[in-house]
C-alpha cells in the first residue's frame, strides 16, 4: 500500500504535492468559513434555550437524553472566490539556491487555498480563464489544469474582469507594480461590490538589499542592467522606498475594505496561507 502511495504521489506535480501538505497542517489549525444559519446541510445539535422555535427541537435526539436538544443547518449563500497569482518574469527570482522562487511559491499557496475552499465547499475559479466558479473535484481539476498552462508573462497586476457581486478575489504576487495602477485596479472591482485579497509575496532580499560592493543588476522584465559600484550606499534609501510601497497598498486595501498581508519566501508557506484564510474565514462569518 505505502509503495503505491509513493509511485502515486511521484507522478503528481511537486508543487502540487506540497500544496496538499500546507493545505492539511492549516486545515488543522483552522475551523473553517461555516457558520450556522438558514440552509439544508446540517451542522450540529445544541442544547435548547429559551427563545428557539419549537420547529428546531430535534425529538429523535431529545429523546436519547434527559436534554431537549435543537437542530443547526450550515448558513449556504452563494460564495465564489476568483483566485489569481502573477505569472510575470520577476517572479521568477529568488536570492539563494536555498529559498523557492516567488512564483513556486505563489503557486504553492495558490493550489493549498483552493484546496482548502473547495474542501469547505465554495465555489473557485482562476481569474482569466473564462470559467464558471465550481466547487469538488470538477474545481480542482480546472484550477490544476489552468495553473499547468503556459502563459505570456502579463503585467505584474491582472486585467479587470466583471465579477459578480459580493464575490471575493484573491490575488497573489509581488505586488511591485506603481501604486496608481494598482489603486485603479482595486477601485474598479470595489465599484462591482467584489471583495478582496491581496497577498504580497517578496524574496526577503528585496526587503533588505543585502548586498554589497560592485555589483550588475539585470532585469528580468525587458529593463537595461544597471552597474552600482556601492551598493550598500542605496540601502538605506532603498528600504525606505519598499516600506513606502507596502505601505501604500496596505492603505490602498484598507481603504477598500479589503486584506493585505505581506509573505517572505524564507518564512513558511503555512503562515502565508494560515493568514489569508483566516482573513477569507473572518469576511465569511462577518
Not at 25 to 48: D, I, K, L, P
Not at 229 to 255: C, F, K
Amino acid at each position: 500500500m505505502q509503495q503505491r502511495a509513493e509511485q502515486l504521489a511521484s507522478t503528481l506535480p511537486p508543487l502540487l504535492v506540497a500544496a496538499q501538505r500546507v493545505a492539511a497542517t492549516v486545515a488543522q489549525g483552522v475551523h473553517g468559513r461555516r457558520r450556522v444559519g438558514q440552509g439544508e446541510t446540517f451542522w450540529q445539535y445544541r442544547r435548547y434555550v429559551p427563545g428557539d422555535s419549537v420547529r428546531m427541537v430535534d425529538w429523535r435526539r431529545s429523546a436519547k437524553s434527559d436534554h431537549v436538544f435543537v437542530r443547526e443547518t450550515e448558513w449556504e449563500a452563494a460564495q465564489t472566490v476568483w483566485l489569481w497569482r502573477d505569472t510575470s518574469a520577476s517572479m521568477r527570482w529568488r536570492s539563494r539556491r536555498d529559498l523557492p522562487e516567488k512564483a513556486d511559491r505563489a503557486e504553492i499557496l495558490l493550489r493549498a487555498l483552493g484546496l482548502l475552499l473547495v474542501g469547505a465547499g465554495e465555489r473557485i475559479s482562476l481569474l482569466g480563464e473564462g470559467l464558471p466558479p465550481t466547487t469538488g473535484r470538477t474545481a480542482l481539476l480546472r484550477l490544476s489544469h489552468g495553473l499547468e498552462r503556459p502563459t505570456a508573462a502579463p503585467a505584474g497586476i491582472p486585467a479587470f474582469e466583471p465579477l459578480p457581486r459580493h464575490a471575493e478575489l484573491v490575488l497573489i504576487g509581488d505586488l511591485l507594480a506603481p501604486l496608481d495602477e494598482v489603486r485603479l485596479l482595486v477601485g474598479k472591482f470595489v465599484a462591482r461590490g467584489v471583495r478582496g485579497h491581496l497577498l504580497q509575496v517578496l524574496d526577503p532580499a528585496e526587503e533588505t538589499l543585502p548586498f554589497a560592493g560592485r555589483v550588475r543588476f539585470e532585469g528580468m522584465e525587458g529593463e537595461a542592467s544597471a552597474l552600482l559600484p556601492r551598493v550598500e550606499s542605496l540601502r538605506r534609501d532603498y528600504a525606505e522606498r519598499m516600506t513606502e510601497h507596502r505601505a501604500g497598498l496596505a492603505h490602498i486595501a484598507r481603504t477598500a475594505g479589503w486584506f493585505f498581508s505581506p509573505h517572505h519566501t524564507d518564512r513558511s508557506a503555512e503562515s502565508g496561507l494560515l493568514a489569508l484564510y483566516g482573513a477569507l474565514a473572518r469576511e465569511r462569518m462577518s
